[in-house]
């Protein structure tokens, strides 16, 4: 009997153990797995009358005074990477679209500003992110697309079938699957890969990195290392240097660690006559501001393991599980206010791994002179999350397009918005 009873017991305590790890770690997952309550789409049209930055009770989305948010096209479930096509190839405009979830790549046609033909000119890929497109000192057009396991780039032209060929494989299987692809201001193509795990010791050197080739596929050497899941980056207008969102670990509680913003790569003066060595940013033993994860690392050093110059602190640190996606500084000929000009917006995705959820909104970052944070982030573009924690969409890439207004992928609510500032 007494046998019996410590079982029970056991069992007891393991289901009450059990059930505080999940409360503290899933209870806030309700806005990423449930259906949107209401199609937002509809709501931004049936209110398309409401005066620019104005909010009435019914309106899902709260912008400052003066600017103007509309759908730009619909009906695209997965909506990810946005890549607007030059008009030299697309006359009067091309935006292509990965729509990861769905394994295809889509082509927007736009004629005066609207959508005129949408249509799947790629299908049947293994979950494509990144897109870009990239012109050779020859004069060619290259699409180039970044699959789970390889990336892959195709002649572009106006008309005709997109026949992709593989120019580097990547590692895949568990873990992050997002691979983004940027072309640098040396001409070389970078791409983010993420870590196989929540946190863990890679098996494969390939994860957790940045890498950069040539654009034919050769010489692919690493860039930039503990970065957990660096899904976007973008080069600062001025300095020229990467800047990267990147998403801390999970199961650590509601507050740790903070998601980051980078600023990414080899310092060239930091070895004078010498190649720069690869920077290192901490994950999986730092976090933060070069903070040791200790849950995660138990190992005895001589040195403190988070340290500068061996490893480098976050530039800005984030709300813990915001989820930053898409990055964008805003441009000079962007026709917005002048406080605005260089200022930072970075696409919040949204929380799953925290009690109360957080995310669901585009933050704008002030930055001085020396590209430092000015105060806190401000919520730019609020209203995906409801009252009652579910979420309308989830905002996933920023791009400033050749009509100087900014768009807004959605994977949730399979749309993209398309923000002005109209006064």
Known sequence: MKKVFIAILILVSSIIIVGIFLYKNFSGVKPVITPAPADIAKEIEDHNDVPPGVNDTDFPLSLPDGFRIEVFAKNLPGARVMQFVPQVIAGNGLLLLSQTSAGVVSSLEIENGLVARNQSILKGLRKPHGLITWQSEAGEFWLYVAEEDKISRAPLYSAGEIELQKIVELPSGSGHFTRTLGF??????????GSSCNVC??????????FTLNPDGTDFKSFAHGLRNTV????HPVTKQMWGTDMGRDLLGDDLPPDEINIIGPDPSSRSGQAPLVPDYGWPVCYGKNIHDTNFDKNTYIRNPCLEPFEIPSHIDLPAHSAPLGLAFVPEDSGWPKEYIGNLLVAFHGS????????????????????????????FIAGWLTSDNKALGRPVDLKFGPDHALYVSDDKAGVIYRVNYNP
């Not at 976007?232 to 080069?235: E, M, N, R, V």
């Open 232 to 235: 976007f980056f973008t080069w």
């Open 201 to 210: 010791n890679e098996k494969d050197g390939r994860r957790a990195k940045i």
């Open 352 to 379: 799953w791994n925290r009690t109360t959820p957080t995310g669901y909104k585009i933050s704008r970052i002030q930055l001085d002179e020396n590209q430092a944070m000015v105060g806190e982030p401000t919520d």
């Open 184 to 193: 640098g201001p040396d001409s070389r193509l970078y791409v983010s890969i």
